[in-house]
């Protein structure tokens, strides 16, 4: 993991912060493996998840300097989606010939489909983005801004993989739900996490545990495990046709039992609709 100096590099009061946001999933990482939990890793400061409490009893030196180490996760956003634009971090102008996109026939796009707003009942092309873009990341903000809502691309465990295309990285588009919304970014250099990583560290190679979304990596995170469910429902489970491709798209747990898409306990918290122990 490389570690982007912030402009100052400054500590006050043995404080220090490292902001680590993984490469894209549902919107395309083109110069690593997409991930989907953007994290903002503190230490020092005392806000949301409290990890590590080192007694500051210990002579101050090193890493005894540190009381606390806080993460902050910034769902379904990664590096690029955020800070490809940063100064002097590894970013989009580094994306090369994972920028160009191609069909699940592996035909390249002359243009990008239409940016999808998944958020509409049934999903339909965003009028506000042009539906022709050149195939290629884009800013959003030029036709959303960053306090309005845009489509939600899919972050699955299966889709992943299937986008990063043995490395290639350039079916991001052909398995989004969202069109060419998935070739989207905002510039966060002047965001919140764009302040905070410009006083402390940015850490611009930092990946993600595993394919998906937050569950799982929720689960990495902190016990770097996968959760069983050997006696899940069998609209769950992932069923693949002959050439190896998944045939239900939103399954959630792995033929051989694995939980790798988002599902909720039988206890709280969780949404009310969730009624049936077995599901």
């Not at 946001?21 to 989907?36: A, E, F, H, M």
């Not at 919140?192 to 937050?214: E, V």
Request: glycine share 8%; net charge neutral; aromatic share 10%.
């Amino acid at each position: 993991m490389d570690a982007l100096p912030g402009a100052s590099g400054a500590r006050k009061d043995a404080t220090a912060m490292c902001i680590m946001s993984p490469r894209r999933s549902g919107r395309i990482s083109p110069v690593g493996i997409p991930l989907v939990v953007p994290m903002l890793i503190v230490l020092g400061l005392t806000a949301f998840l409290t990890l590590v409490r080192v007694p500051p009893t210990r002579a101050a030196g090193g890493l005894d300097k540190i009381n606390h180490v806080v993460v902050i996760f910034q769902e379904n956003w990664s590096f690029d989606a955020l800070y490809g634009r940063f100064p002097g971090a590894n970013g989009l102008a580094n994306a090369g010939a994972a920028a160009r996109q191609v069909d699940k026939t592996g035909e390249p796009y002359a243009t990008l489909p239409p940016s999808i707003d998944t958020h509409k009942k049934p999903p339909a092309p965003d009028p506000r983005i042009p539906a022709s873009l050149p195939v290629g990341p884009f800013d959003l903000a030029r036709y959303v801004p960053p306090d309005q809502q845009a489509g939600s691309p899919i972050h699955k465990f299966y889709h992943q993989q299937y986008q990063i295309n043995g490395g290639r990285m350039d079916k991001f588009v052909a398995w989004s739900d969202a069109g060419g919304l998935t070739m989207s970014y905002y510039d966060a250099t002047t965001l919140p996490g764009g302040k905070l990583a410009q006083q402390y560290t940015l850490a611009d190679n930092f990946f993600h545990a595993a394919f998906g979304d937050s569950f799982l990596n929720h689960f990495w995170l902190i016990c770097a495990c996968t959760p069983r469910w050997p006696n899940a429902p069998a609209e769950r489970i992932a069923r693949f046709d002959a050439s190896g491709v998944l045939v239900n798209l939103r399954a959630t747990v792995t033929p051989d039992g694995y939980a790798v898409n988002l599902e909720y306990p039988v206890n709280q918290p969780h949404p009310a609709n969730i009624t049936d122990p077995a599901q």
